[in-house]
Structures are given as structure tokens and as C-alpha cells.
């Protein structure tokens, strides 16, 4: 019986987690130059929680690789080429854009 109450528990707990969504730990706020002209992956489970001139930040319900991806195929599409990448605790990458002519 207890098995059985505490296997119920347990989806209880995942229907109602899948039944409430995604909320990102952070208050949203609008996208600003200039990375609103960069064509960043914002799909509808993310959030922008930091947009400066020279800082972005952005949570996304997505696991780290996939939204690399993203990332990775939005800054090529755009440009930009991966100089540095350094896949510690947190993905960091370096990315230089070629000159336009």
C-alpha cells in the first residue's frame, strides 16, 4: 500500500508539473538592440531576463545542448563564426562576425 500511495504521489506531482508549465526563474523583459537584429532563438518556452548593449541573458526550459544549438545555428545563419568554445559548468563561446561587404 505504500509503494502504491507513494508511486501515486509521484505522478501526481509530473501532471500536475506538466499541467502548470514552464516558468522561468526570472521577470521577462523585451529584447533591445542590439540583439533583437541578431535573430536569437526565443521560442515560447524561454524568457529574456537581461538585454543591455553589451549584455543578454536568456532562460529557456530546454536542456544546455539543444539550446546551444539553437544558438549555434541562429549566430552562423547571421554571420558569425565560432572562434572559442569552452563547455565547463556554464557554456561560454566565442564567436566573431565577417566583415560585410
Do not use: H
Request: hydrophobic share 40%; glycine share 6%; charged share 25%.
Amino acid at each position: 500500500m505504500k509503494i502504491k500511495l507513494n508511486l501515486l504521489l509521484v505522478l501526481t506531482a509530473c501532471v500536475i508539473g506538466l499541467a502548470c508549465g514552464w516558468k522561468p526563474p526570472c521577470p521577462a523583459t523585451t529584447i533591445s538592440e542590439p540583439w533583437n537584429k541578431m535573430n536569437l532563438p526565443l521560442p515560447q518556452d524561454s524568457a529574456v531576463c537581461t538585454s543591455t548593449a553589451d549584455k543578454f541573458q536568456a532562460d529557456y526550459k530546454a536542456g544546455r545542448e539543444e539550446v546551444t544549438k539553437m544558438y549555434m545555428d541562429a549566430l552562423e545563419k547571421g554571420g558569425w563564426k565560432m572562434t572559442r568554445k569552452d563547455l565547463g559548468d556554464m557554456y561560454n563561446s566565442i564567436l566573431t562576425k565577417a566583415a560585410t561587404r
